[in-house]
């Protein structure tokens, strides 16, 4: 039987749009509009883009006894980042582990004042839900009645201003409330993208409405998964079910900066967190493997699951691309894999494709360079 798909409260939009609909974790997304994948790309890159990430998990998390500190020890438990610090207005990327070091999940987490405001990945969100629900101090709240958008590119701040003033004066990773026509809007600025930008949530009465008010905007233009994931493969991000899952650790998967000092070892609230100490040796000590940039030599994209070998014949595979493509921004070939950190950037190692090996050069993630609000 085929798999029922959801649908975001923008389908009908997308349809609408001429956008391509494909499954992707059990919902019905756009991949790709009438521009194509290669046009979304640098449009987003040039001038603003508008994704609906509708998909996404958002939850709500309260303290039993009121005291924000509460919940944010609780999440401590369950995140190996620095919670209670995190002041009023701010967001931080973070991860769910494992009791072996595994990655469950990555999300974003906000401090909304007396309460915390979850996003997770869609494939993730009931998994990370029903982990949530494990933590005996706090109340969890699906958010069941909002949209997820972003809105990502060069000219995003100027075109959101006109719909709501006062979002050009966040910084990167501000979080805060705002009022649009009569509805509250939480914004971020923040995004997947590399791009300056915001995530918006928007009662689901008005997602279609606030859209539309935005694609009225030339700058703006629709944007399907395809353009995301080339968009934040150039700029370095990895991506959960690819770059990460519960067999990757936090330092293999790059991510040991999302771990402040303090919940590491020597830190006022070290470990604590599923996985803790293979988690804080491996930071301490460096992993075997970690995620590494490559850039393929000629035009032909590297892409997942394309073994990787030291010489240009013979010897055993030492890695496999976990993400990878062509990167329209950078005008060629990008791809991620589990490499020896050992091995120094502008090394050359060799990509197995339709058996032949072509050459690949290790480099310094990300490839293209970030323009957040700082």
């Known amino acids: 039987m085929a798999e029922e798909l959801r649908r975001t409260g923008l389908h009908d939009l997308h349809v609408a749009k001429g956008a391509r609909m494909v499954p992707f974790a059990g919902w019905e997304m756009p991949v790709q509009y009438p521009m194509g994948v290669m ?21 709500l998390v309260f303290p039993k006894d009121g005291k924000l500190e509460t919940a944010a020890l609780a999440l401590e438990s369950l995140i190996p980042a620095n919670v209670l610090g995190l002041t009023e207005g701010r967001q931080r990327y973070g991860l769910f582990t494992n009791d072996r070091g595994g990655i469950l999940d990555d999300l974003m987490f906000a401090n909304r004042g007396d309460h915390y405001f979850l996003v997770v990945n869609a494939a993730c969100a009931e998994q990370d ?57 939480w914004i971020s600025r923040s995004g997947y993208t590399g791009e300056d930008g915001f995530e918006i949530s928007v009662p689901n009465d008005r997602l279609i409405a606030f859209a539309e008010d935005l694609l009225t905007h030339p700058e703006v233009a629709p944007i399907g998964l395809g353009a995301r994931d080339s968009l934040r493969l150039e700029a370095g991000m990895p991506l959960y079910g690819h770059d990460m899952d519960q067999m990757v650790t936090p330092a293999e998967a790059a991510l040991g900066w999302s771990i402040q000092k303090i919940r590491r070892t020597g830190g006022a609230r070290a470990g604590g967190f599923p996985g803790a100490e293979r988690i804080l040796t491996e930071l301490a000590d460096g992993p075997a493997v970690t995620r590494r940039g490559l850039r393929p030599e000629g035009r032909a994209p590297i892409r997942e699951a394309v073994t990787i070998f030291a010489g240009e014949s013979g010897g055993e595979p030492i890695a496999q691309v976990t993400s990878g493509g062509f990167g329209p921004s950078v005008g060629g070939p990008v791809a991620m894999a589990m490499i020896d950190p050992s091995i120094p950037d502008g090394t050359t190692l060799y990509a197995e494709l339709r058996g032949k090996r072509l050459p690949v050069t290790v480099t310094t993630l990300p490839f293209i360079t970030p323009s957040y609000k700082r």
């Open 39 to 59: 046009g979304e790309h640098l449009h987003t890159r040039s001038h603003a883009g508008l994704f609906d990430v509708s998909h996404m998990g958002q939850v």
């Open 129 to 185: 839900i029903a982990h949530l629900h494990t933590l005996a101090d706090v109340d969890i709240r699906p958010v069941t009645d909002r949209g997820l958008v972003a809105l990502q590119g060069l000219e995003a701040a100027a075109v959101l201003t006109r719909l709501v003033p006062g979002v050009a004066e966040m910084r990167f990773m501000d979080s805060r409330s705002f009022d649009w026509n009569g509805s509250e809007l």
